[in-house]
């Protein structure tokens, strides 16, 4: 493994990318590593303007959607290794080196452990189970990282999975019995949902989600519900 690619989908996270692509542009690494921003078509917030060095590039996707935007990324994407980070999460300084360290046994994807910029119980509690495998497993703040030449074969996400294409790829993931493993080192992830909405409306949203998504509940429906329970 030569290289690293980490993808972040992008629309209107001006604010969020001011403060993690520095951030990511001084980690160490074992290896050389890009960072490939996928903006959104209808970005409106000039994300492109943010200072950056070489290491950085700004992609202007064709289709909006995070599983667009990462499958547009990651057809640029050098890496031997795809790593896809949301913009409002912040990985640990040993990010890159916790990945290629894992995928250099026989592991091909993975995701890692969080906790929230909060203080919050609750918000404990919920992240407390991000370091183990369970039904809440894969979603997008546990950021996916995965051999390319896998997520070749898995044919990237699925455009039509306009929500959840974390939990749907994953799906396809334990489907192929592609070894994967959790890394037990916190991911910060923001809080905001919780803070525009209550604690229990976005459990139970993400408890109804979860539910219907596993029931074989149609993208689109999923989208609805989630528009009508929760604030951006």
Known sequence: MKMISI?????????????????????????????????????????????????????NCAKSGRASQMNCASMAAKGDILVFLHADVIPPNSFLTDIYKTLSKNIEAGFFSYKFN?????????????????IFTGGGDQCLFIKTKTFAFLNGFNEKQ????????????????????????????SSRKYEKNSYLRVNLSNFI????????????????????????
């Open 118 to 134: 909060s203080d919050n119980f609750f918000l404990k509690i919920n992240s407390s189970f991000t370091s183990k495998d369970s």
């Open 162 to 189: 306009v929500l959840m294409e974390d939990f749907e790829i994953f799906k396809r993931i334990k489907k192929n019995n592609i070894p994967y493993t959790i890394i037990n080192n916190d991911l910060i992830v």
């Open 209 to 232: 989600l979860v539910v219907l998504f596993k029931f074989g509940c149609s993208p689109e429906k999923l989208k609805k519900i989630h528009t009508k329970l929760i604030k951006k």
């Open 7 to 59: 993808i972040i989908p992008a629309h209107n996270e001006k604010n969020n990318l001011e403060k993690l692509i520095p951030y990511l542009e001084n980690l160490s690494s074992p290896v050389a590593y890009e960072i490939l921003i996928a903006i959104s078509p209808n970005n409106k917030d000039g994300t492109k303007t943010i200072t950056h060095s070489n290491k950085t590039t700004f992609i």
